[in-house]
């Protein structure tokens, strides 16, 4: 709605993934990804970016793992 190019690319990006949250969010997946994201949020509040750059890996590395079965079938 803003005409914001990039800001549109990401929200179309990160829809897929919260789709996928929402609908993963009753099993153990959602419920890992939700503290993961606890873990991101506190170092950024914190601004620590050392410590929010780590748990932002660790959420990607472990994310992928998690994910990986539904994308490869």
Known sequence: MAGNESAHDAFTRAHVHLR???ILYASQLGLAGLHEHAAVAEPIANRDPQASHAAMTDHLERSLER????VQG
């Not at 994910?67 to 539904?70: A, E, H, K, T």
């Open 20 to 22: 996928t949250f929402r």
């Open 67 to 70: 994910l990986r079965p539904f």
